[in-house]
């Protein structure tokens, strides 16, 4: 099929490789502009424009996709298909009539749990043991069209927001392959969602990885993994931020006011928490690497009874 791409970060770029190893001719692949990035706020391409450029393909940026001229720019493409991975822009209704096959979105859960802009990091929060991927046809309501093909995984005990990522990334990439050769076959019905069923991942930001020290353990440890890498999860300690990079549940602590440090030691800094403690077992100080608990508490001093968060 001729098959215009749409899509931005990283978790798109392994199905416009599928697409292209597959046979599928893509004319077009539209991303969004080039953004400021590191501490020089330097604009920088999306790695979708980076491998598309590597690969010879057309690229372009619209700022909106009401822009004037993107729907003819879309048009003069003459596809048979879109497909959109983590686009990051809604699709008027001109765009979705578009194409003779419609346009098919690749997205990270298994609809219709988990519609929005971060599903892999709200399912680890969230305490799902199960998640997976899901084609669909698109609509213009929120990651609500008919699903075409679905493929589950589980989510391992300690997979993070980027061990997961990892994993879906590739697996959205196959099925979105299997779906267009499903269409082009007529083997695949397009089954309406049960909107009843229905959940949420809204967009993440930064604000939400501060972790509320009254909050259960076992969810806070949960934010942990799910938050990793972005937007992580932090508290304070004496005024300077501190992020937390791997932590799980304190077995057998006491507990205390939440916030406050129980034990602090080669094993890990326990912190009481709402419900329970949380193991902090490594961390990174503002503008320092990743470390484990030990070798942080060699520069750093604590002791029980102070506190985090403050």
């Given amino acids: 099929m001729r098959v215009i791409f749409m899509g931005t970060p990283e978790f798109a770029v392994p199905a416009l490789r599928a697409l292209v190893r597959a046979g599928h001719e893509v004319p077009l692949t539209v991303t969004q502009p080039d953004r400021p990035r590191g501490r020089k706020a330097a604009p920088a391409p999306p790695p979708v424009k980076t491998v598309a450029r590597e690969m010879g393909l057309a690229v372009t940026q619209p700022e909106r996709m009401t822009e004037p001229g993107v729907l003819e720019t879309l048009r003069d493409a003459r596809p048979d298909a879109i497909v959109v991975v983590a686009f990051g822009h809604i699709l008027r209704r001109e765009v979705l009539a578009l194409p003779p096959r419609g346009c098919i979105n690749g997205h990270a859960s298994l609809l219709p749990r988990y519609r929005?802009?971060?599903?892999?990091?709200?399912?680890?929060?969230?305490?799902?043991?199960?998640?997976?991927?899901?084609?669909?046809?698109?609509?213009?309501?929120?990651?609500?069209?008919?699903?075409?093909?679905?493929?589950?995984?589980?989510?391992?005990?300690?997979?993070?927001?980027?061990s997961l990522h990892d994993k879906l990334?590739?697996?959205?990439?196959?099925?979105?392959?299997?779906?267009?050769?499903?269409?082009?076959?007529?083997?695949?019905?397009?089954?309406?969602?049960?909107?009843?069923?229905?959940?949420?991942?809204?967009?993440?930001?930064?604000?939400?990885?501060?972790?509320?020290?009254?909050?259960?353990a076992a969810s806070l440890a949960l934010?942990?993994?799910?938050?990793?890498?972005?937007?992580?999860?932090?508290?304070?300690?004496?005024?300077?931020?501190?992020?937390?990079?791997k932590a799980g549940v304190?077995?057998?602590?006491?507990?205390?006011?939440?916030?406050?440090?129980?034990?602090?030691?080669?094993?890990?800094?326990?912190?009481?928490?709402?419900?329970?403690?949380?193991?902090?077992?490594?961390?990174?100080?503002?503008?320092?690497?990743?470390?484990?608990?030990?070798?942080?508490?060699?520069?750093?001093?604590?002791?029980?009874?102070?506190?985090?968060?403050?």
Avoid at 117 to 138: C, H, R, S
Avoid at 203 to 208: A, C, R, S
């Fill in 116 to 162: 929005g802009a971060a599903p892999i990091q709200w399912a680890i929060a969230n305490g799902e043991t199960v998640t997976g991927v899901t084609t669909m046809l698109m609509t213009e309501g929120l990651d609500s069209g008919p699903i075409l093909l679905q493929r589950e995984l589980a989510i391992a005990p300690d997979d993070t927001g980027g």
């Fill in 223 to 245: 934010f942990v993994r799910a938050f990793d890498p972005w937007p992580g999860t932090y508290t304070f300690m004496h005024g300077a931020q501190l992020k937390i990079t």
């Fill in 169 to 216: 990334a590739p697996m959205a990439a196959e099925l979105i392959v299997e779906t267009l050769a499903g269409l082009a076959a007529a083997t695949i019905v397009p089954n309406p969602q049960d909107h009843a069923l229905t959940t949420y991942a809204p967009m993440l930001k930064k604000e939400d990885g501060k972790i509320d020290w009254a909050m259960p």
């Fill in 250 to 310: 304190g077995g057998g602590r006491k507990e205390g006011t939440p916030g406050t440090v129980l034990a602090a030691d080669k094993d890990g800094i326990v912190v009481a928490c709402g419900e329970g403690s949380l193991s902090i077992l490594e961390l990174q100080p503002a503008g320092k690497r990743r470390m484990k608990a030990a070798e942080f508490l060699a520069g750093h001093p604590l002791h029980p009874g102070d506190r985090l968060g403050v």
